[in-house]
């Protein structure tokens, strides 16, 4: 698989069909549901992406099949469900990139997730809460948050924020 395949696990159905929506234009089908009955291992060629609402660890680990088959998965969940579905599927690949979706060319030595961390904080979340949007731990999101103040040089999550905004206006 050269091209990333797109993973994510929201927590709202709007997000979701944003996402979808966003695939299908990159040129993603849409199948609703995560079951796939096709006999070929391989979906890579196919760029199907899978979304729906995954309420049990059945749908969870169906969707995770799917994923390591080659699809894209865009999963509607919550709770300690939502943490463990992101687990699983960041063994399969990145979380968070989508089709047609371009990388921001600010120069930011950053990875997609501690951009998305960075954007929740500027947008006046906390640690916590960001963390949790964005369905990792807190000590995960403290990792990570410690790792883009590193590679931005700084020693507090403020000014690496601070940062982050300046370049995004950029």
Request: aromatic fraction near 2%.
């Amino acid at each position: 698989m050269g091209e990333q395949v797109p993973l994510h696990v929201v927590g709202a159905a709007g997000e979701a069909e944003a996402l979808v929506r966003r695939c299908a234009a990159g040129g993603w089908s849409a199948h609703r549901g995560f079951a796939l009955l096709e006999p070929a291992w391989d979906l890579a060629d196919r760029r199907l992406v899978c979304h729906g609402h995954v309420g049990d660890d059945h749908t969870a680990s169906q969707a995770v099949l799917a994923a390591a088959r080659g699809a894209g998965i865009i999963a509607v969940a919550s709770g300690q469900l939502a943490l463990n579905l992101a687990a699983d599927l960041r063994r399969v690949g990145p979380l968070g990139l989508t089709p047609g979706k371009v990388e921001a060319a600010d120069g930011l030595d950053l990875d997609t997730e501690q951009r998305a961390l960075l954007s929740r904080l500027a947008a006046g979340s906390t640690i916590a809460a960001a963390a949790e949007a964005e369905f990792v731990s807190l000590r995960t999101a403290n990792r990570r948050i410690a790792a883009a103040r590193q590679s931005l040089g700084v020693k507090t999550t403020r000014e690496a924020v601070m940062i982050y905004i300046k370049h995004a206006r950029d």
